[in-house]
């Protein structure tokens, strides 16, 4: 079963635009929310992360937004560039003493035309 | 980057062969993940280890073992390979696990035919 919905499966913006890209769970222990970022032929990396105890966290063009009581997840991409062109999953995990399991959505392939 | 290698990079084998990817870091992080990716399923964890000779099971473990001899080195075993194992293996590593980072190794194409 999965946990962690992610949608859209695909996504094309056009150059300068917002980017959106949407997660949803079920699990209300999970307490940690990353996005990874995976380029072609890659492996992903973190892009930013965001706990419960904040609705928003910023990092450049870069923001997750989280609504705790719809539990939902979102990352906004601001003024898209074509370098911004990559596969987005999100993830969550639960704490557990360092033993804490990522659990991946499924991905986003964001292309962004010029 | 963070130092991670991964090899093979690119594997063929045939139903039924056992085959082992191998995964080695330089950053002495304490843990290490498998995981494989598969279109639609996005990254699922297959095994993960906390330490030397320490690991545990992850979402998808079954037809998988591993073992972790040297912090540096973390082997994946298919005992008897299948054509549903066929997939994109990653190797992760995170200096104290938890909700630290995880960084990624370049991966393992694996095509069983």
């Known amino acids: 079963q999965q946990q962690v919905k992610q949608s859209p499966q695909s996504l094309i913006v056009q150059k300068g635009g917002i980017s959106i890209i949407n997660c949803a769970y079920e699990n209300t222990a999970f307490d940690y929310f990353p996005w990874y970022q995976q380029f072609p032929g890659k492996g992903p990396a973190l892009l930013i992360a965001i706990r419960p105890d904040v609705s928003e966290k910023k990092e450049g063009r870069f923001t997750i937004s989280f609504n705790k009581s719809a539990k939902q997840f979102s990352l906004h991409i601001m003024d898209s560039q074509p370098g911004d062109s990559a596969t987005y999953f999100c993830?969550?995990?639960?704490?557990?003493?360092?033993?804490?399991?990522?659990?991946f959505g499924t991905g986003t392939r964001l292309t962004i035309i010029p | 980057d963070a130092g991670i290698t991964q090899s093979p990079r690119h594997k063929v084998t045939e139903t039924g062969t056992p085959v082992t990817l191998r995964c080695h870091q330089t950053?002495?992080?304490?843990?290490m993940y498998w995981y494989r990716q598969d279109p639609g399923h996005g990254l699922r964890l297959i095994h993960y280890?906390?330490?030397?000779?320490?690991?545990d099971k992850g979402e998808v473990s079954d037809g998988y073992s591993v073992s972790r001899s040297k912090t540096e080195d973390f082997l994946l075993t298919l005992e008897s390979a299948t054509s549903s194992q066929t997939s994109v293996y990653f190797c992760?590593?995170?200096?104290?696990?938890?909700?630290?980072?995880?960084?990624f190794g370049p991966g393992t194409r694996l095509l069983v035919l």
């Open positions: 992760a590593i995170s200096e104290s696990g938890g909700q630290e980072t995880q960084y």
């Open positions: 280890s906390y330490g030397v000779k320490d690991t």
């Open positions: 993830a969550a995990s639960i704490s557990n003493f360092g033993n804490e399991k990522l659990t």
């Open positions: 950053e002495n992080h304490r843990y």
